[in-house]
């Protein structure tokens, strides 16, 4: 009678341990559509046209002409619809406005859909305070909050005195998305057996974090990129402005701030990245294909992935920033995010599930 009892509170924890693995996934899929669509609500420049940070009211949208007509009049104070929106409709204000309410209700989603999650599986059992993963899971909460502060910081940027958003705000915005994402991956991760292989060489352990490493900074010098409208003033490949080099890396007094301001180097800095990424793949799947322990499938697949995204971005640069190919740019940096975690998690911590496990 001990070992049956034994035998079904494994199976329940096993159970258990599968629905938390499910319900990481999940939350990683609504991030994954929070960012595609903080993607689309940037190229259509709707992120300025909700000037308020009401969370609770903000939940639903103007219901009638009277408040949509409220709306409309806060954000033609701003600098945005004087610059670059003079004349606009109240249709063509709807449009950039549902675009950001969007963006901001699936924000809410993921914030509500996380805390009662957290709480229940901590409530059946799942985990408890002693537990690392019971941190581990708390810090990402915390993430999912200060992911909201800082997505309205990054709006209050360009209220009053620019056009747009300030570029580095809008990279860490973006940046910590995908850190929140990459943990949620990562964990779910954690909840399956570890992969089985013989001894890995250094390179085989730690090359795959290079490459999620690589990504990260890749990411932030894309939103930096997309800040500073430099998809729309470089528009060809694989030189810019007709140069390998651009003479206009540095024009900005004093230098740091072309780092982060600067069109041309924005964008040299990230197609430079993007080459060093991919010969860090192609690097990658060929010590792993020469290697006598381990599979190079995962590899492969990394380096295919990056092919295709490196594919993609040049199709948006040509495509004159079109919006499905842009989206499609956006959403490729998740994929390639994701195979390349999978493929570091099972390389740099084999013994992972089981640590947790047994903690």
């Known amino acids: 009678m001990t070992t049956a009892t034994t035998t079904m509170g494994r199976s329940a924890a096993i159970g258990l341990d599968d629905q938390l693995r499910r319900f990481l996934l999940g939350m990683a899929a609504l991030v994954a559509v929070a960012v595609i669509v903080g993607g689309g609500t940037r190229l259509t420049e709707s992120g300025l046209s909700i000037t308020e940070w009401n969370v609770v009211s903000g939940i639903l949208p103007p219901l009638d002409v009277t408040v949509w007509l409220d709306e409309f009049e806060k954000y033609r104070r701003t600098v945005q619809y004087r610059d670059l929106n003079q004349g606009m409709t109240l249709d063509d204000f709807k449009i950039i406005y549902l675009w950001e ?177 991919l010969a860090l793949a192609l690097a990658n799947a060929a010590i792993w294909q020469r290697g006598n322990s381990g599979a190079p499938g995962r590899a492969i697949v990394v380096l295919i992935l990056v092919c295709g995204q490196a594919g993609l971005g040049i199709a948006t640069l040509l495509s004159g920033m079109n919006l499905l190919v842009a989206l499609g740019h956006q959403a490729g940096l998740l994929v390639v995010l994701i195979a390349a975690l999978r493929h570091a998690h099972d390389r740099s911590r084999p013994q992972a599930f089981a640590a947790t496990a047994s903690a």
């Open 101 to 277: 309410w969007s963006h901001r209700l699936i924000g809410r989603v993921i914030g509500t859909v996380y805390l009662a999650g957290f709480v229940w599986f901590w409530w059946c059992g799942a985990y408890d305070r002693r537990q690392p993963l019971f941190r581990q899971l708390l810090g990402v909460g915390l993430l999912i909050a200060l992911q909201g502060a800082i997505g309205w910081w990054m709006v209050h940027s360009g209220l009053f005195d620019r056009v747009n958003v300030a570029p580095y705000r809008l990279a860490i915005h973006l940046t910590l998305a995908c850190v929140i994402f990459a943990c949620l991956i990562w964990l779910a991760q954690s909840r399956r057996a570890p992969a089985r292989h013989s001894p890995l060489s250094t390179w085989q352990t730690r090359g795959p974090l290079l490459i999620v490493a690589v990504i990260f900074l890749q990411i932030f010098l894309g939103a930096l990129v997309a800040g500073n409208r430099a998809g729309y003033v470089f528009q060809t490949w694989p030189t810019m402005d007709g140069a390998l080099i651009p003479s206009t890396l540095f024009e900005i007094t004093p230098l740091w701030r072309n780092v982060f301001e600067n069109a041309a180097l924005v964008q040299f800095l990230h197609r430079l990245t993007a080459y060093a990424l």
